[in-house]
């Protein structure tokens, strides 16, 4: 893998181990290939580590963690959480993890036949994104920006509602608002993409949409106070005389797609339990415990680019972890900070952090850059997520299990996915468009059953159950449009 030394310090304010100089990744003397993902040969694997020989049986199944046998997959068969990378045989995934380590491709999961990338770049398509509802009883701001070209024209920070839709307050939304149930506003709203209701549209105050409107229930509206710069497509011809359609209006059947991804969300736990017998803890000298050991004292630990399993992350005092290259933190429990949480990056950083359990964060937190969102990807499989009043998030933020309640002014640099959404004060999320393309690992021509499965350049799943380039916007997930060389992208700027 990794021939070249980083250095590992680690600072926890009760005693201080000596700093650590370890290969980033490294699981011994073997040397690894250089092709990202799959395809390129794997090379030798170290000689040393605690992962043992490769598990037989079910192959792609997640290994088993805390030294059980497992059930195959790549990684040990009764290696520990903090067993090493090393294995029998070429191993690709130590390949992709110097490419990773390099500032180059992505790294694989474990035992999967995708990459991290894979994971971030299918999952955050909209600024926001509630599988049930979305409540705001206060302002609703939304729009994007590029961390990787800053001269790219922008479509805007778009909204998914899989349920109902409520603004109480004003709204911006400079990208597309689709919601599968009805929606209400009232107070000013304006949409500059698409926006779409698969349910009845209530109307009470004065409000634009700056596309195309489909509206598939009945639209409730006292004085026509929508006014649609694109045409209106509806079942209901008695839509017409409600909203002022200056483009025209299309009566006849609508298909309103369902927008986020949330029959089939990303398997966190057992994304952590690959990490768990197939990580760089040992080459590191990372104990897994390290964030839980002493709960009752501050804790500052700084880590190279590699793949980390911890046990959890407990204390009652602050917890700083600095990230200088390429990681991923595999956290087996929970999140619990009661002093201030910061996890910051290095410029050329990035973090993928999977959480098993439940996240509270009572009082600060800082987590990510919130000049590149893109580099930081956080998925919480918990049920429970308490987020501090004084919260910076620069970072994507996935927690389809747990709703997202926002009882403070929330301001996000990145993106969200909930299992619901409500907040009670100013809502902004600044989306960061670089997400969508950040480095995977999938190859062209996938099997696929639905778009969720399928990246670029062959990002639509066709009938054969393989994915191949799109034709039609309706090809693309939501909300993506596709273009003429068949990949699907944000929509232009209105």
């Known amino acids: 893998m990794m021939g070249h030394k980083q250095l590992f310090s680690l600072l926890v304010l009760v005693a201080l181990p000596t700093a650590l100089v370890a290969a980033c990744g490294s699981g011994g003397a073997g040397g690894a290939g250089s092709a990202s993902g799959t395809g390129g040969a794997g090379g030798q694997a170290g000689a040393g580590g605690v992962g043992g020989q490769a598990g037989a049986g079910v192959g792609g199944e997640f290994v088993g963690s805390g030294g059980s046998s497992g059930a195959g997959g790549m ?12 294995g029998t045989g070429g191993n690709p995934l130590d390949a992709g993890l110097e490419d990773f380590c390099m500032g180059n491709g992505a790294i694989p999961i474990p035992g999967s ?53 409520s603004a109480q307050a004003a709204a911006s939304i400079k990208g597309a608002l689709l919601v599968k149930g009805s ?12 926006m779409q209701c698969g349910g009845n549209a209530t109307i009470s105050h004065v409000a634009s949409a700056q596309s195309n409107a489909t509206i598939g229930g009945v639209v409730n509206s006292s004085n026509k106070e929508l006014t649609i710069q694109g045409k209106l497509f509806t079942p209901i011809a008695d839509n017409t005389a409600k909203v002022n359609a200056l483009g025209g209006s299309v009566v006849g059947p609508v298909d309103i797609e369902t927008p986020c991804n949330c029959d089939d969300p990303v398997d966190v736990a057992g994304i952590v339990q690959a990490f768990g017998g197939t990580n760089d803890n040992d080459e590191n000298g990372v104990d897994p415990d390290v964030l839980v050991s002493t709960p009752s004292m501050p804790t500052e630990i700084t880590l190279p680019c590699g793949r980390y399993f911890l046990t959890g992350i407990k204390s009652d005092s602050t917890v700083t972890v600095h ?22 990056l290095t410029d050329t950083a990035e973090l993928d952090l999977f959480v098993k359990g439940n996240v509270a964060l009572t009082n600060q937190a800082a987590i990510g850059a919130i000049t590149r969102p893109a580099a930081t990807r956080v998925y919480i499989g918990g049920t429970q997520v308490a987020l501090a009043g004084a919260f910076v998030l620069g970072a994507n933020l996935y927690m389809p299990n747990a709703a997202l309640q926002a009882s403070n002014a929330l301001e996000i640099f990145g993106a969200v996915f909930a299992k619901s959404i409500a907040t009670a004060h100013q809502f902004k999320v600044h989306y960061d468009e670089a997400i969508i393309t950040i480095d995977g690992c999938q190859p062209p021509g996938s099997a696929c059953t639905d778009c ?43």
């Open 323 to 344: 990230l200088t290259g390429r990681t991923v933190l595999a956290i087996d429990g929970d999140i619990a900070v009661a002093g201030k949480l910061t996890m910051d």
């Open 452 to 494: 969720h499965d399928c990246v670029n350049p062959t990002p639509a799943c066709g009938p054969g159950g393989q994915c191949g380039p799109c034709s039609t916007d309706k090809d693309c997930c939501p909300p993506l449009v596709c273009t003429p060389n068949g990949t699907c992208v944000l929509p232009p700027p209105k």
């Open 113 to 165: 036949g995708e990459c991290t990338g894979d994971i971030g770049k299918k999952t955050f398509l909209f600024a926001a994104c509630s599988c049930t509802g979305f409540d705001a009883n206060n302002t609703i701001q939304t729009d994007s920006f590029s961390s990787i070209d800053p001269n790219k024209p922008l479509a805007g920070g778009s909204i998914g509602v899989n349920g109902n839709y």
């Open 183 to 194: 929606m209400s506003t009232t107070n000013q709203h304006d949409v500059v993409q698409d």
């Open 75 to 86: 990684g040990g068969a009764g290696g520990a959480p903090s067993s090493s990378s090393s």
